[in-house]
């Protein structure tokens, strides 16, 4: 993953844009931009974060606290609610099973969250965030049997919990929910991440310094065999990339934003390197560069161990790392000669599964897709490793219409079921 789709665009989770042209085939491939939380599943329990829009409603009948339920264009029943410290969940008198739409009104001087809640176990089955003072917002979900309240969080102050509302007798199953992820529950899976990041780091010098030697030595087929295997390793380690700081970018940095593009000084790491050994450059060209790659993944490994990663990014890694392949690698924007992005595509696979292993005990009780996701990355690395001809991968411009379309829908329908991670892992506040 390039450097321009980490730091601080990553960490406020805004749409990650380039302008530059690098090497490599153009692609017409989607790119599914990074996103802030707007879902809690995407299978069922809908928020949508739109203003309202202008659909006609038509009368359906008044409930007992006077007020009108109605159906919209839509053809749902909708129900107005109102959020404030003094009237949480009031206006919602009649309740009704099957899918629905709550008219969230915010009544009072201050922004906030609504949740939707099961006031017994805390389980969320749908939220908006940022709930303007005065304004109203939807929120879709569908309903079965059981209790319901809605909790409301103004900014800078305490939460308050709705009264309880009950469903019975119905014959509709509830959407997805999901109890709220604590940050005290994400250190144990991100502790063990960093201990797996360490290891790597390890096995990333061990390797890059055979990099470094081939092409000491002048041996540029060595090195050219050797780079591969050491940027896979770099590669696999996609969830720490936040936490590694400037190290990033001085080792697996891009021509993004260099004016001087791949001659530009400011030009480092095993890019750098991988664009000498595939344009014909002299072992003696390469030797700096090399170098100083090797002098950085060896800072690196000095210093991750006084490195903390932040439990709260952990589940958004799991997301980030694949949505940053389809964009950049699915693209050829971080093609510099070898022509392995299928390789590091599949190198991005194997470091979200590690990171799915880890917080799995969180996931399995929480997503109800969580089984079916395993099946998406199944059926992506098979994708993948069928392109894979003992070592030597298939350049993205020679893919056939038929490869290349299945690439790109095994992927991409992957990153949006690994969305339901970022939005399930999100720590909530819930006092």
């Not at 305490?158 to 019975?168: E, M, Q």
Request: hydrophobic letters at 40%; proline letters at 5%; a negative charge.
């Amino acid at each position: 993953m390039p450097e321009t789709a980490r730091g601080a665009e990553a960490e406020t989770e805004q749409p990650v844009t380039e302008t530059e042209t690098e090497p490599g085939p153009a692609s017409s491939l989607p790119v599914s931009a990074a996103r802030r939380r707007t879902v809690l599943l995407t299978a069922g329990a809908l928020v949508v974060v739109a203003a309202v829009g202008g659909g006609v409603l038509a009368a359906r009948g008044s409930n007992s606290g006077g007020k009108a339920a109605a159906v919209a264009a839509d053809g749902l029943p909708h129900t107005t609610v109102e959020v404030a410290t003094s009237g949480c969940g009031s206006g919602w008198t009649d309740p009704q099973a099957g899918h629905q739409v709550f008219e969230l009104h915010n009544t009072s001087s201050t922004a906030a969250e609504v949740y939707l809640t099961d006031p017994t176990t805390g389980a969320v089955y749908g939220e908006v965030e940022g709930l303007a003072p005065g304004t109203v917002r939807p929120l879709g979900v569908t309903l079965g049997n059981g209790s319901y309240a809605f909790k409301c969080l103004p900014d800078d102050a305490d939460a308050v919990t709705g009264p309880t509302v009950r469903i019975t007798g119905s014959k509709v199953k509830s959407g997805p929910a999901a109890v709220p992820i604590t940050q005290q529950e994400l250190i144990p899976p991100t502790l063990a991440y960093q201990k797996w990041i360490q290891a790597r780091t390890v096995e990333l010098a061990a390797k890059t310094d055979v990099l470094r030697a081939a092409v000491d030595r002048g041996d540029l087929a060595a090195a050219r065999r050797a780079w591969l295997p050491a940027h896979l390793v770099y590669e696999r380690m996609g969830a720490a990339y936040g936490t590694f700081g400037d190290s990033d970018g001085a080792i697996n940095g891009t021509t993004a934003g260099l004016a001087g593009g791949v001659h530009d000084a400011g030009f480092t790491g095993f890019h750098r390197v991988e664009y000498g050994l595939w344009h014909g450059e002299s072992a003696s060209g390469l030797r700096g560069p090399a170098d100083q790659l090797a002098k950085d993944v060896h800072a690196l490994e000095s210093s991750w161990p006084s490195q903390r990663m932040d439990p709260a990014d952990t589940g958004l890694r799991a997301h980030e790392i694949l949505e940053n392949t389809v964009q950049f690698e699915l693209t050829g924007r971080t093609d510099y000669g070898s022509g392995t992005n299928l390789a590091t595509a599949r190198a991005n696979l194997d470091g979200t599964r590690v990171l799915l292993g880890c917080l799995r005990p969180l996931l399995k009780t929480r997503d109800a897709r969580f089984t079916e996701l395993g099946a998406w990355m199944d059926r992506a690395q098979h994708t993948l490793d069928g392109l894979d001809r003992s070592g030597k991968w298939t350049p993205l411009a020679q893919l056939t219409r038929p490869q290349r379309e299945k690439v790109d829908a095994d992927l991409g329908g992957l990153v949006e079921r690994l969305a339901d991670v970022a939005a399930l892992t999100d720590v909530r506040r819930t006092a």
